[in-house]
C-alpha cells in the first residue's frame, strides 16, 4: 500500500540525500519526492510516498527517519483527511492539423497550454495521479515527447498546520 509522509526537516544541504539513501537501504521504494521551503525559513517540508506492505514495515521507515539529527517532526497522512495534488508538464505534439482535438483534450482536463511552436505544445496540469494518466493515455494517441512530474504533495484539511497534528 502507498502511504503519504509529511517529513519537516531542518534546512540544510545534504538532508533530502541522508532521507532518501535512508529509506533505499531499507529496501523501500521510493515512489515519489517532493521537497521545499515551508512558513519557516530554517524548515523544509519533504512529502515521500513510499510503498509499504503492512503497518510494520511503515513504522519500521518513521522510526529510522526518526533517528535523523535533522528531522523535526513526521506525519502519516495517509488515513488522515487531506488534499493531495500532483504537477505534470507534457510536451506533446501539436502539428497544424491536429491542434484543435489537443486543445479540446486540455480544456476537458481544465489543463493550461505554457508553451507553443510549428510542432509541439507544453501542457501544465494539476490534479490527482489518475488524472493525469488519463490525460497522458489519451494524449499518446498524438505522440508524447516528454513528460515532467513532481509526484504527490498533500496537506491536511482543517485549521492545523503539520507541526500541530499528533
Do not use: W
Request: proline fraction near 2%.
Amino acid at each position: 500500500m502507498k502511504h503519504t509522509l509529511a517529513v519537516l526537516v531542518e534546512n540544510k544541504p545534504g538532508v533530502l540525500t541522508h532521507i532518501s539513501g535512508l529509506i533505499s537501504r531499507r529496501a523501500f521504494n521510493i515512489e515519489s519526492i517532493a521537497a521545499g521551503y515551508t512558513e519557516e525559513d530554517d524548515m523544509t517540508r519533504i512529502t515521500i510516498v513510499v510503498d509499504a506492505d503492512d503497518q510494520y514495515e511503515l513504522e519500521q521507515v518513521v522510526n529510522q527517519l526518526s533517528k535523523l539529527i535533522d528531522v523535526i517532526k513526521i506525519i502519516d497522512l495517509t488515513g488522515q483527511d487531506r488534499v493531495h495534488r500532483e504537477l505534470a508538464m507534457i510536451k506533446v505534439v501539436a502539428t497544424p492539423d491536429i491542434r484543435a482535438d489537443v486543445i479540446n483534450i486540455v480544456e476537458i482536463f481544465r489543463a493550461h497550454i505554457v508553451d507553443v511552436n510549428k510542432e509541439t505544445m507544453i501542457i501544465e496540469l494539476t490534479g490527482e495521479e489518475m488524472k493525469i494518466d488519463a490525460m497522458c493515455d489519451l494524449l499518446k494517441d498524438y505522440g508524447i515527447k516528454e513528460i515532467v512530474r513532481t509526484g504527490r504533495i498533500a496537506i491536511c484539511r482543517g485549521p492545523k498546520s503539520a507541526k500541530e497534528v499528533s
